[in-house]
């Protein structure tokens, strides 16, 4: 990692005390000014009639506070649209994101316990679901274990001052640019880790094929409620689809063993002036493209804007265009992977101000 970022595997570090909860002198603070763009694409699947199943949110927190995540859903779209509504809310009512002197008390718990408390809360309406039926050729098929085992990756990006905190459970990513390279702040949560593979199959369960039981490429994630059984608990009933779910996790999600689990890693970062831009996207975009082919695809874009309008136009509009453009370029270049890509490019600008934050509204 760079300088002046610090990385947790989970909860087990102790959280650090509040930023800039006791300055003792009066000024000026940095801060960050912050221009966004989004862009999302399904992928070949559109065509088979299926949904994009990636989604994301972009939103001011309160003054100088700004929180971007992208979500990445798989069986289904249930678990992605839930947290589309709901991961943003479930951080923002923690105890963490309360106003403490000119920064909030404790980022990080409040990212930690916003990704178990979403989680849990999609879990626990999954197992209220009344049964779901289709009709298919006159005859009755049951789809509510399908719905109910529906899960999704996340990645959070919060900013607060010149502070920056991302939580990341599954393998979507958030990279910055700091002058003209990258710098990864996440880390990707698969069996290729020698990490994850450990902790997966310390939980009892089995990687076949670099896949959760053969089937789950991420060994972290929000919903996929068959994978979050204890040993003890054993699996998902197959033979009555939704009828047990996984309790210990739901009662205690931070200390249960599980195989999957929701459980962030926090990186924290301070911004400086060098650090330009962030990229959070799907991993849709990087199985196609490597962290470094990203970001010097937006810093050439924001050093020469392809356009006379565009050199003409205003920060926010650049980021959209360049979140578009990026998307198109990685479709181009992918061969055999169709996943959908989703992409949310953040220009950070430093600015030294008195006590008072100004931060301008992301615009998408």
């Given amino acids: 990692m760079g300088g002046g970022a610090s990385k947790s595997k989970g909860g087990a570090a102790a959280p650090p005390a509040s930023i800039g909860a006791s300055n003792p002198n009066p000024g000026p603070f940095p801060h960050v000014k912050a221009m966004t763009g989004m862009a999302t694409v399904a992928n070949n699947k559109k065509d088979a009639g299926l949904p994009n199943e990636d989604r994301a949110v972009v939103e001011e927190v309160r003054r100088a506070v700004y929180m971007y995540s992208v979500i990445d859903g798989h069986k289904g779209p249930m678990c992605a649209d839930f947290l589309q509504s709901q991961l943003h ?8 994101m309360e106003p403490l002197a000119d920064e909030l008390r404790d980022p990080r718990q409040a990212l930690m316990d916003g990704y178990y408390e979403a989680d849990v809360a999609f879990l626990k309406q999954m197992d209220a679901m009344e049964r779901q039926v289709v009709m298919v050729d006159g005859t009755e098929i ?10 999704s990756t996340g990645c959070t990006a919060l900013i607060v001052g010149n502070e920056l905190f991302v939580a990341n459970v ?3 990513r958030c990279v910055l640019c700091r002058s003209g390279l990258s710098l990864n702040l996440t880390n990707d949560h698969n ?7 450990q902790r997966v199959e310390a939980a009892g369960a089995m990687i076949i094929r670099n896949r959760v039981y053969g089937d789950l490429a991420v060994t972290r994630s929000f919903g996929d409620r068959g994978f979050k059984f204890t040993k003890e608990e054993g699996g998902l009933d197959d033979d009555e689809p939704g009828a047990s779910s996984p309790l210990t996790y739901i009662n205690d999600p931070h200390t249960t063993k599980s195989p999957l689990t929701a459980m962030a890693e926090i990186e924290v970062h301070t911004i400086k002036p060098v650090d330009e ?10 199985v196609t493209m490597t962290n470094m082919e990203v970001v010097t695809f937006v810093h050439e874009f924001f050093a020469n804007p ?3 309008a565009l050199r003409m136009a205003t920060d926010d509009v650049l980021c959209e265009q360049v979140a578009t453009e990026l998307t198109e370029e990685a479709v181009r ?15 950070l600008q430093m600015k030294e101000v008195g006590k008072t934050f100004l931060m301008a ?4």
């Fill in 142 to 151: 049951d789809i509510t274990a399908d719905l109910r085992n529906s899960g």
């Fill in 361 to 364: 509204p992301p615009k998408v």
């Fill in 89 to 96: 809310e479930s951080i923002k009512k923690q105890p963490g």
């Fill in 170 to 172: 599954g393998d979507s």
């Fill in 191 to 197: 069996p290729d880790s020698a990490f994850e593979r």
């Fill in 277 to 286: 831009f962030l990229v959070l996207a799907t991993d849709g975009l990087w």
């Fill in 306 to 308: 392809p356009t006379a």
């Fill in 333 to 347: 270049r992918r061969k055999t992977n169709h996943d959908d890509i989703t992409v949310v490019v953040v220009k």
